[in-house]
């Protein structure tokens, strides 16, 4: 008997050890998890950011000043000490995001998850992104000084990794069950990757070659025209191109080919874009060049920004840095500022390949050519490892063939994407940061490929510039518009437009510059730009803005970046209103109706309007496109700026009519449909939710990386905005760091972004920005002009070398 | 009684000692030698190394916890899901810890039942 009871104690013992800790499903192991030593209960604290470490490599000592906001302050006296010291202050405060950014990045994802992330993992695989980073890392290495930073900054992340007890690992490991890996210069490139992917991975050939084939060539020109009836290029269209002494590539001979697939990679979301403008010193109130930068991105926690100051004896840099990449992303310094938005160029392009037999090698230039094959290795928690073949041919991966959402034995799409074409990208933000003047900053940003950027430019001695920077090829009119003969050799990137003919401006007449993902530039541009979707109407606005005024300050950069002024409803909703037939609304149609009347444009928090117009827009942009509407293919509807325009210009064309219903609509029917249909929508919404005012109704939110998970996310935001409009702040996406400089000597700067600097949910430092943010103020960002200077300081930290280096 | 009481203060502290040096299971550690050495009886092999657990880890997480204002406590309660409320989850630590020590109990009194005939 005894021995039954102990075997059954014993039994007892071991099922509860097991249970507690092993995790179970999304359940974590609850005895590691939940105990006081180790558990989450040790993630109950605020950053130590006082003392003194050593921290092995570093030359000279290092002081780090931390003010209110937990901005860190690093002094250093070298730029090896500053960039070991980013790494290691970096990974202190935002260590699990760094990481788990790398791990999405690099397609690696199932070994945190298991098997539910094993599509994802191979499609980032066959995607390229490990391929493009050990492409960009050999371009980095290739520069003495770049690699040697690089591998510094990676040196002070593992000299953090290694120094933490793993009591005090961040509190997504504990939930996941995972421990960090050391860092190594490969991720930073993966990070730089993953940028690529967010702001240059989204095209549309497939859906366009599908919307040529279904309505012919005369349609798509009408739907997808390569310029809008007006425009206001980036670049003002009085700019003069006569220097540029290199043709466009002439046309070949050659079409785009049949084909039947309706898989695509996963696009990033198509918001990512950014508002950046400056004005001159004669334009501005104080007299000194101001200049402002918001990137509009997906509103996470962490946030994808960290802040910084990176001072060495001659430079004192301070701005927003990417966790993962090295120096201040968009910031100022003593000299200059600069900020950066997406240019939204077509570097995306897809090739139709031929195989032989057993798919050994492909068809081109009338030959057969070599595949070469990389296997994409894919560890998988809790399974065996996945061994992914993908082929390869000169135009780049096939991503999809017959092992990867395509059935056809011979035949494959190859993907010819710049992130595939190194470069040493990291170069220009270590120029920048350490820049002066124009000619060091055209210089700093001429080592930029990819993703192209507007990147804006103000300086202490009153010069403002914009350049449209990025490796561009320069294409064949509507070359890669869409999906190319991958045998052909004229379909190829015969080459690129020279860095130096890329589209700039500088001092423009008009005293200011700005960019807002519209078109770079008008049709006197001598090569051609693919217009696949730029934005058309924040552009305008801020445009107007800055026109209307002779003088500008930072108050009235601050009013702009907070402007909820939806020009987009402007241009549509008082026409719609004019042409419906009112006679037989019922009481709560009216009501809907007056709303919209009596709404001023402006997408403020309290407003009913944005709501109404948000539906209404919905249901009508649901039903003039009804044409679109397949299963079976994937296809692009028209933008929404072409979409206004053919509603009010060609309100009888074939298109309005729904293809559905016996009679033939005219846009004024689809006017009064849509409404209606709004109208019982907003009712339905109005029963379960309340009030449509707009906070209410948009709901915006920050959330946690971890797939928004509610614990560690912030819900329920009052913040107006929306997508196209200058407070560009739609549901989970927005202005994710604003930021605006004065360039005074020292510059004067405000800045905030939603979140804070800590990544750790159990710090008071995890979100205190974002009630602040929502509100739309700006905190004056404490710039030091000295290690001495200690104003607005909490608390010093010193990191020196170790003793026997 | 007092044999109850020095079972109790005793795996009390072996599981705060053990702590510095092993994983969470510590406290399962130091139940299950109190039992060895400590013998109790019927539901108290349980329950006293429970309470004594319990307590240590209630009273250990509450202070972590209290001095930065339950901030991420609260947080926790919501993933688990306990409603936001710290003082839940607080609970739900001390439970874990109190049924793991009181497991390996059971346990370790069965041994003693065993070596000691």
Redesign the interface.
Known sequence: M??I??LA??T??II??YL??TKIGSIPP???F?????????????ESTEGTIAIKGLKNPVTVHYDSLLVPHVFAENELDLYRTQGYITAKHRLWQMEFQTYAAAGRLSEIIGDKALEYDRQERRRGMVYGAEKAIEDMKQDDETAAYIEAYAEGVNAYISSLDPKRYP?EYK?LDYQPELWSPKKTGLLLMYMTKMLAGRDSDMEFTNVLKLFGEKQFNLLFPDFFDSTEPIIPKDTDWSFIDVPQTPHPDSTSVDFNLDEKLNQPDPDNGSNNWAVSDEKSSSGHAILANDPHLGLNLPNIWFVMQLSTPTHQTYGATIPGALSIISGFNQYIAWGETNATRDVIDWYKIKFNEDRTSYFYDNDWYPVKKRLEEIKIKGKETFIDTVLYTHHGPVVFDKNFRSENEKSGYAMRWIGHLGGNNQKTFIALNRAENYDDYVKAISHWSAPAQNIVFASNTGDIALWIQGRLPNKWEGQGKFVMDGSLPQNDWQGFIPQRFNAHTKNPKRGFVSSANQHPVDENYPFYVFNDGYETYRNRVINDFFNSKDKVSVKDFKTLQNNNYNLKAAELMPYMLEHLNTDEFNSVEKEVYNIAKNWNYNNDITEKGPAVWREWWKSLYQLTWDEFDHDSIALKKPFVYQTIYLLKHHGNHEFMDIKDTPEKETAKDLFLKSFKTAVSRLDEWKDKNGDYNWTNYKKTYAGHLLQA????SRFNLPIGGDRNIVNATSENHGPSWKMIVEMSSPPEAYGIYPGGQSG?????Y?DNFIDDWANGDYYKLPYLTSINDTTNINSTQTLTPTTND | MTKSLINFILTFIIAYIFSFFMGWYSVMTASLLTALFIPLKRLAVFFVPFLSIFLLWCIYSYVLSSSNDFILAKKIAVLLPLNGNPYLLILITGLIGGLAAGAAALFGNQLRVVFSK
């Open positions: 005894k021995y009871k102990l104690s014993f007892l013992t509860v050890f507690l800790n609850m005895g590691k939940l105990n006081p030593y180790t558990g989450i209960w040790q993630n109950e604290i605020n509190v939930l998970l509610p614990a560690f750790n949910p159990g710090s008071k995890y």
